[in-house]
């Protein structure tokens, strides 16, 4: 199975890096844009058919690692390969 | 009184680290590399400053989940002390032996440049050689400094006196101007409730000697070796 996951910073943590895109944007002339957040979206392989036990895993690895969840939210999305 | 020195692929402070020990302890420290499964029997284990992994996925993520972390877990819960400067800083953040975060720059640009920091607590093993409210001049040089907490870690910090510097004024006024970088409640340096680990991002090893500009980082290291002695 092919998992996506996006990392979000948690509401309320200041984003520097969404603010300065944003800025950009209103330059560009994109002056509707607002409240721009920035992300990371980590895609990988998983060596396991069963989606529930793939799940309870995939959930292991951002905890561990993937996520800082002192900061960030993360989303699961898994799809058969 | 024994130090070791953990070694990451991409850290660079080691052998400032090292220097600073040897020229306050007269002793050299130990470099353990970050594959090592156990640390030798030391009274002092550092996290030196540098950018283990590339800062890949988050600063200090990937160290902190490297095979030597697990004994430096082990020798923290122990009460050995425990001190990680900037990126050492960051990786005992990642590694949950201190609370919060280090995010990027409020600026988004990497800082290098002398700060003043207001020593906010005195009475630990980091600190007992400064006075409570002196301002001391330190160099940083990052640009994930940026320390976060949310509001309840924050109180229990304050509370348990884990503030260990703040960024500040050359007269110690505390402000958003001296903000270096953007942390919560302008947060320079933290240490456990245990009181045997302790993070700070400016660098206290590269001021333990007059011809590098000044002296003011040498008190820490008389601190943490008289502790650990």
Same mark, same amino acid.
């Given at each position: 199975?092919?998992?996506?996951?996006?990392?979000?910073? $948690?509401?309320? *943590?200041?984003?520097?890096?969404?603010?300065?895109?944003? $800025?950009?944007?209103?330059?560009?002339?994109? #002056?509707?844009?607002?409240?721009?957040?920035?992300? $990371?979206?980590? &895609?990988?392989?998983?060596? #396991?058919?069963?989606?529930?036990?793939?799940?309870?895993?995939?959930? &292991?690895?951002?905890?561990?690692?993937?996520?800082?969840?002192?900061?960030?939210?993360?989303?699961?999305?898994?799809?058969?390969? | 009184? $024994?130090?070791?020195?953990?070694?990451?692929?991409?850290?660079?402070? &080691?052998?400032?680290?090292?220097?600073?020990?040897?020229?306050?302890?007269?002793?050299?420290?130990?470099?353990?590399?970050?594959?090592?499964?156990?640390?030798?029997?030391?009274?002092?284990?550092?996290?030196?400053? @540098?950018?283990?992994?590339?800062?890949?996925?988050?600063?200090?993520?990937?160290?902190?989940?490297?095979?030597?972390?697990?004994? *430096?877990?082990?020798?923290?819960?122990?009460?050995?002390?425990?001190?990680?400067?900037?990126?050492?800083?960051?990786?005992?953040?990642?590694?949950?032996?201190?609370?919060? *975060?280090?995010?990027?720059?409020?600026?988004?640009?990497?800082?290098?440049?002398?700060?003043?920091?207001?020593?906010?607590?005195?009475?630990?093993?980091?600190?007992?050689?400064?006075?409570?409210?002196?301002?001391?001049?330190?160099?940083?040089?990052?640009?994930?400094?940026?320390?976060?907490?949310?509001?309840?870690?924050?109180?229990?910090?304050?509370?348990?006196?884990?503030?260990?510097?703040?960024?500040?004024?050359?007269?110690?006024?505390?402000?958003?101007?001296?903000?270096?970088?953007?942390?919560?409640?302008?947060?320079?340096?933290?240490?456990?409730?245990?009181?045997? *680990?302790? @993070?700070?991002?400016?660098?206290?090893?590269?001021?333990?000697?007059?011809?590098?500009? @000044?002296?003011? @980082?040498?008190?820490?290291? &008389?601190?943490?070796? #008289?502790?650990?002695?």
């Amino acid at each position: 199975m092919r998992a996506r996951i996006r990392i979000t910073l $948690k509401d309320g *943590v200041l984003d520097p890096q969404g603010q300065a895109i944003e $800025k950009s944007l209103h330059t560009l002339g994109f #002056e509707e844009a607002g409240n721009v957040r920035q992300g $990371k979206v980590i &895609e990988l392989d998983i060596a #396991e058919s069963d989606e529930d036990r793939a799940r309870a895993r995939l959930d &292991e690895m951002c905890r561990r690692l993937l996520a800082n969840t002192v900061i960030e939210n993360y989303e699961i999305e898994l799809t058969r390969t | 009184m $024994k130090t070791a020195i953990i070694v990451f692929p991409g850290i660079n402070r &080691e052998r400032d680290m090292a220097t600073a020990i040897r020229t306050v302890s007269g002793r050299d420290p130990v470099m353990v590399w970050h594959t090592e499964t156990e640390i030798p029997p030391v009274d002092l284990v550092i996290l030196p400053g @540098g950018y283990s992994y590339g800062d890949y996925l988050r600063p200090g993520a990937i160290a902190a989940r490297s095979p030597v972390m697990r004994d *430096v877990a082990r020798k923290a819960a122990d009460g050995v002390t425990v001190m990680g400067v900037c990126n050492g800083f960051q990786i005992l953040t990642e590694a949950g032996l201190l609370p919060g *975060v280090l995010m990027r720059n409020r600026s988004l640009r990497f800082v290098c440049r002398d700060v003043h920091l207001r020593v906010e607590n005195s009475q630990t093993r980091f600190t007992r050689h400064y006075d409570a409210g002196q301002v001391i001049r330190i160099p940083v040089a990052h640009h994930d400094g940026n320390y976060f907490a949310d509001a309840e870690t924050l109180r229990r910090l304050e509370d348990t006196g884990g503030v260990l510097f703040r960024y500040c004024a050359p007269d110690g006024t505390v402000n958003d101007a001296s903000n270096v970088n953007g942390s919560t409640a302008n947060i320079a340096g933290v240490r456990n409730v245990a009181g045997n *680990v302790a @993070g700070m991002m400016p660098h206290p090893e590269n001021l333990i000697d007059p011809l590098l500009g @000044g002296t003011d @980082g040498r008190a820490l290291f &008389e601190s943490v070796l #008289e502790a650990a002695a």
